[in-house]
């Protein structure tokens, strides 16, 4: 079992940064993606980022270059830094750990809110 925390959402203008902090605890050894998802309103939800154990990163077009994610083995933690937010990037943002595809643990999201 895997726990995640959420942390650093809220509200932001356009063009503005936030960075979102997911704290990991329990088997971590047992993971091998970490993700951010994101959900707006009457969406579905999609994968923003993720970053795997090799550390190879992958990003959704709508958000490269202006969003990074990264981790501190040390503290156990994955980051989400997003910059340039946009009103589209309104969304409750999600942690995600996955063990093997298609199975993992999911935080209990943060939301995200950019005004125009």
């Known amino acids: 079992q895997v726990q995640l925390v959420e942390s650093g959402g809220g509200l932001v203008q356009t063009g503005g940064s936030l960075r979102l902090s997911c704290a990991a605890s329990?088997?971590?050894?047992?993971?091998?993606?970490m993700a951010w998802y994101r959900q707006a309103p009457g969406k579905q939800r999609e994968l923003v980022a993720h970053i795997t154990r090799g550390g190879r990163l992958n990003y959704a077009d709508s958000v490269k270059g202006r969003f990074t994610i990264s981790r501190d083995n040390a503290k156990n933690t994955v980051y989400l830094e997003m910059n340039n937010l946009k009103p589209e990037d309104t969304a409750v943002y999600y942690c995600?750990?996955?063990?093997?595809?298609?199975?993992?643990?999911w935080g209990q999201g943060t939301q995200v809110t950019v005004s125009s």
């Open positions: 995600n750990a996955e063990f093997v595809p298609g199975v993992g643990s």
């Open positions: 329990g088997s971590i050894f047992s993971i091998n993606v």
